[in-house]
């Protein structure tokens, strides 16, 4: 075994005060990627510490050069951009293009959010009094928790880290016990960079005893999460009874509908991509289809006949167009959502079944399957899968398929794909998503713009994008009213 994954914390790499490790595998094969130390919450308390000791002098720091300092780690990630995607296609699954994508995302995060260091503007407003001005200024919130999920085991730990330095906060990190060695390797570049002492911790291990610890620290000023709506939930209440800011990015059940004027082939590219990418274990992943009943059964045969001829396997092969799902239990519940499907009544019209032989049988794979004569109540129309089965809902119009992709719990994102440019418009205003695409796929969200749904796919503040997105979240606002009048002046009061 090589070396073993360690904390950072205070600047230093350092073993759990368990003394106990555990082991981070490929979903494609079962080949230990590293070990890890499984840590305590003592380990949170020392990070925390840290993260409180180095607040004081990082808030101070010009955010021009904490700007300066993370267009350093940009850099750092660039030059490492192909070591770091294959670790992500290893750890996680997905295939290389995929992982190296991973890696891009965190690397536009860097360098954007080091440009937003001589951005952080406020507003200067006249006041109504003789000899006296008035502006609002951004700063930290104080000590962020951060936990994050695998399914993007570099980008989101960017999204929450890069805005949360810039606007000078410092971080305690808990990312998902599925790919903590993505998280370390992504911490050594904020190292590497020269970020000072306890700016950025980091501290492995499980959720229910880490993450938990982490976020209802007392010491934790503001907690972000990105995961299940299970948990997402839970640490919502236990952070609002705690005063803490907090927010949350959690499931989707994300919609593409094709209208009857649609360039279908395009259409089918996007369902592949937006369903079948990933593995479908994207938040934004497209798992329903729904589709105008005049090109229903077409779309349906060149759908299927496209997803049929998918090369399914380890991610890190040529030749592979979508990997494994992350573990036994993710395997567990889409082959369960599958028989689900059938007791409903929907027609399996496409896979179905675990791949569990040859090169394939230590890795959780499963077909691209698809679902037909799918009705929008069903729970697999209504419940998050989080794997490649896509269900097709046959509408009649416009109106019924608005009402059908709004008819969920969840509000991430949609797309429709139509020529008709007045469609196009009334699905932008009508479709209550927090993004919406036009002729493409639901994924493919880009990081300069807000990241995040409405109704149960998210709390808070939005993520990345700059104002109305991720620099809400990681400031407060203070407004400064200065007097030089040298009177005493009575806003509201001294109106002539
Ligand atoms: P998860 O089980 O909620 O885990 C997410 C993170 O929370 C992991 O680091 C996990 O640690 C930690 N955690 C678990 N229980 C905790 C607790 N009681 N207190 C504090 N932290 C805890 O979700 P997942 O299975 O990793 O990810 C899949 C889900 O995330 C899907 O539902 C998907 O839709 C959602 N997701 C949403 C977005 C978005 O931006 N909207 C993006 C990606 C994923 P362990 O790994 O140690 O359990």
Redesign the pocket.
């Known amino acids: 075994m090589g070396e073993v994954h360690r904390n950072f914390i205070n600047g230093e790499w350092l073993d759990s005060s368990s003394g106990k490790t555990f082991k981070s595998r490929n979903p494609a094969n079962g080949d230990v990627v590293g070990e890890v130390v499984m840590s305590t919450k003592d380990d949170v308390d020392r990070a925390v510490t840290a993260a409180t000791a180095a607040a004081e002098k990082w808030r101070l720091v010009p955010a021009p050069r904490r700007g300066e300092m993370i267009y350093k780690v940009a850099e750092i990630l660039a030059r490492r951009k192909d070591e770091l995607g294959r670790l992500v296609t290893r750890e996680m699954g997905k295939v290389l293009p995929e992982g190296l994508g991973d890696v891009q995302e965190a690397i536009d995060m860097a360098y954007y959010m080091a440009g937003e260091g001589r951005r952080l503007s406020g507003e200067t407003v006249p006041s109504e009094l003789p000899n006296k001005d008035c502006k609002s200024v951004r700063v930290p919130v104080g000590v962020f928790g951060l ?6 085991p570099v980008a ?1 730990p960017s999204w929450k880290m890069l805005p949360a330095l810039i606007c000078g906060n410092t971080v305690v990190i ?5 790919t903590p060695i993505c998280a370390s390797e992504f911490v050594k570049a904020f190292e590497e960079a020269g970020i000072p002492k306890g700016v950025v911790n980091l501290v492995q ?4 005893e880490v ?2 610890a982490l ?1 209802t620290h007392p010491g934790v000023h503001g907690v972000s ?8 939930e ?2 919502h209440a236990l952070c609002g009874g705690l005063g803490k800011e907090f927010a949350a ?4 059940k994300n919609a593409i509908i094709v209208m009857d004027d649609a360039d279908l082939d395009l259409a089918v590219e996007g369902a592949l991509w937006g369903g079948f990418g990933t593995t479908g274990q ?2 934004t992943a497209t798992s329903r289809l729904i589709v105008h009943e005049k090109i229903h059964d077409r779309f349906v045969e060149m759908f299927r006949d496209r997803a049929s001829k998918l090369v399914v396997g380890d991610g890190l092969l040529a030749k592979t167009q979508m990997g494994p799902l992350i573990n036994a239990a993710a395997k567990g519940k889409v082959l369960q959502y599958i028989e689900i499907g059938c007791e409903e009544g929907a027609t399996l019209a496409l896979g179905g079944k675990e791949l569990d032989s040859g090169d394939r049988a230590n890795g959780y794979f499963v077909e691209p399957t698809i679902f037909t004569g799918v009705t929008p109540q069903m729970r697999l129309a209504q419940e ?1 899968v ?1 794997g490649p089965v896509v269900s097709v809902i046959k509408v009649s119009g416009l109106e019924e398929a608005i009402r059908v992709v709004n008819g969920v719990k969840y509000g ?1 994102s949609a797309s429709i794909y139509t020529r008709d440019v007045n469609k196009s418009a009334v699905a932008e205003r009508d479709i209550d998503t927090g993004i919406v695409y036009i002729n493409a796929p639901t994924i493919g969200a880009e990081i300069q713009l807000p ?3 409405t109704r149960g ?2 709390i808070g503040s939005r ?1 990345a994008g700059g104002r109305g997105g991720a620099l809400d979240l990681y400031s407060k606002w203070k407004v400064i009213y200065r007097d030089f009048s040298g009177a005493l002046q009575k806003a509201q009061i001294d109106k002539d």
């Open positions: 936990v994050t999920p695998w399914n993007f989101i808990k990312p998902s016990s599925d291990g499980s959720g229910g993450g938990e976020v999460f990105t995961g299940s709506c299970r948990v997402g839970r640490l990015e959690m499931g989707g994207r938040c998050e989080f991430l990241f995040g749904g796919s998210g993520e």
